[in-house]
């Protein structure tokens, strides 16, 4: 496939709004072109390429626990990104490619998003976004999806049958894909950091552009395997509320950015606005539970 947009071919995939089927409101990210963010957000990959953190994962409904690996790496324009969910990015405009692996039991997903640093007046807009989701080593659901300014055109295939469509955006939006590390890209946090946004939605259920508010109201200081190795055993983090303004009212997940910069575990080199812990809220015969994320691990490649 080629970022040309003469010439992409219009196949596309929209993920969950939850990073995860049992996720309720995790999401993924980054800045449409008419965002009213966009003087918020920078590149955070200033002085190396790639970073790699790893989480561990409990799930207080199931009683379960897994592994979720996150990846961002920059890549300079004209590069092709090979095996890109069976098909090459080719020739892609300067930006960066955040994929996500999470493994809980049986069941497996694979999430990609390619965004551009910039693009004429605008950081970090959404090109490319992909997820896969397998049970027992079985494809169940595969979305692949581009972005033609406001309109997201999507492919989704459950259980072998596909359809495809676009979703209208407008105002300030952002993909459904690996937005807790898209978020980082944000200069401006604070105690008083708010701001609300579009994401298009497309799961085995739902297919519809729904409305997101992140806010931060408090720090809070965070323990996690990780932070145990630092200097300190706890770091302090800006506690950010995601919340969907329809459906599920009521519940919020919640995500811990790092205050100041952390090291990585291999590097002197630093990481900025890392995403320490994040909490998301699962129903369940009307109790609730709770799927949490915790740091373990960070490194950095600078080469």
Same mark, same amino acid.
């Given at each position: 496939?080629?970022? @040309?947009?003469?010439?992409?071919?219009?196949?596309?995939?929209?993920?969950?709004?939850?990073?995860?089927?049992?996720?309720?409101?995790?999401?993924?990210?980054?800045?449409?072109?008419?965002?009213?963010? /966009? #003087? /918020?957000?920078?590149?955070?990959?200033?002085?190396?390429?790639?970073?790699?953190?790893?989480?561990?994962?409990?799930? #207080?409904?199931?009683?379960?626990?897994?592994?979720?690996?996150?990846?961002? !790496? !920059?890549?300079?324009?004209?590069?092709?990104?090979?095996?890109?969910?069976?098909?090459?990015?080719?020739?892609?405009?300067?930006?960066?490619?955040?994929?996500?692996?999470?493994?809980?039991?049986?069941?497996? +997903?694979?999430?990609?998003?390619?965004? @551009?640093?910039?693009?004429? =007046?605008?950081?970090?807009?959404?090109?490319?976004?992909?997820?896969?989701?397998?049970? &027992?080593?079985?494809?169940?659901?595969?979305? /692949? #999806?581009?972005? +033609?300014?406001?309109?997201?055109? +999507?492919?989704?295939?459950?259980?072998?049958?596909?359809?495809?469509?676009?979703?209208?955006?407008?105002?300030? +939006?952002? *993909? &459904? @894909?690996?937005?807790?590390?898209?978020?980082?890209?944000?200069?401006?946090?604070? %105690? @008083?950091?708010?701001?609300?946004?579009?994401?298009?939605?497309?799961? /085995?259920?739902?297919?519809?552009?729904? %409305?997101?508010?992140?806010?931060?109201?408090?720090?809070?200081?965070?323990? =996690?395997?990780?932070?145990?190795?630092?200097?300190?055993?706890?770091?302090?983090?800006?506690?950010?509320?995601?919340?969907?303004?329809?459906?599920?009212?009521?519940?919020?997940? =919640?995500?811990?950015?790092?205050?100041?910069?952390?090291?990585?575990?291999?590097?002197?080199?630093?990481?900025?606005?890392?995403?320490? !812990?994040?909490?998301?809220?699962? %129903?369940?015969?009307?109790? =609730?539970?709770?799927?949490?994320?915790?740091?373990?691990?960070?490194?950095?490649?600078? *080469?």
């Amino acid at each position: 496939m080629c970022y @040309n947009k003469r010439i992409m071919k219009k196949k596309l995939i929209i993920l969950v709004l939850s990073i995860f089927v049992l996720a309720i409101l995790a999401t993924t990210l980054v800045a449409c072109n008419r965002a009213t963010t /966009q #003087g /918020q957000l920078s590149d955070f990959l200033i002085d190396h390429k790639e970073e790699v953190f790893v989480y561990d994962v409990t799930n #207080g409904l199931t009683n379960t626990n897994g592994t979720y690996t996150v990846s961002i !790496k !920059k890549y300079p324009a004209g590069s092709t990104i090979h095996d890109y969910f069976r098909e090459a990015l080719v020739n892609v405009p300067k930006g960066m490619l955040v994929t996500g692996h999470l493994v809980m039991g049986t069941t497996e +997903y694979t999430t990609a998003c390619y965004f @551009n640093i910039v693009d004429g =007046t605008s950081l970090m807009t959404p090109a490319s976004s992909s997820r896969v989701q397998k049970e &027992n080593g079985e494809e169940v659901f595969r979305m /692949q #999806g581009t972005y +033609y300014g406001a309109n997201f055109s +999507y492919e989704r295939v459950i259980n072998g049958i596909s359809n495809s469509g676009t979703i209208k955006l407008s105002g300030t +939006y952002f *993909d &459904n @894909n690996e937005f807790h590390q898209s978020l980082r890209t944000v200069q401006t946090f604070s %105690t @008083n950091f708010s701001f609300s946004f579009a994401v298009p939605l497309v799961s /085995q259920t739902e297919i519809s552009a729904v %409305t997101l508010n992140a806010s931060c109201s408090a720090l809070e200081n965070v323990e =996690t395997a990780y932070t145990a190795t630092l200097d300190q055993s706890a770091v302090s983090c800006y506690r950010i509320s995601l919340s969907r303004s329809t459906k599920v009212a009521g519940l919020s997940q =919640t995500l811990y950015y790092a205050v100041d910069p952390m090291k990585a575990s291999n590097s002197a080199l630093t990481m900025k606005n890392v995403l320490v !812990k994040f909490v998301e809220p699962i %129903t369940s015969d009307g109790e =609730t539970y709770y799927v949490v994320y915790t740091l373990k691990n960070a490194t950095i490649l600078s *080469d």
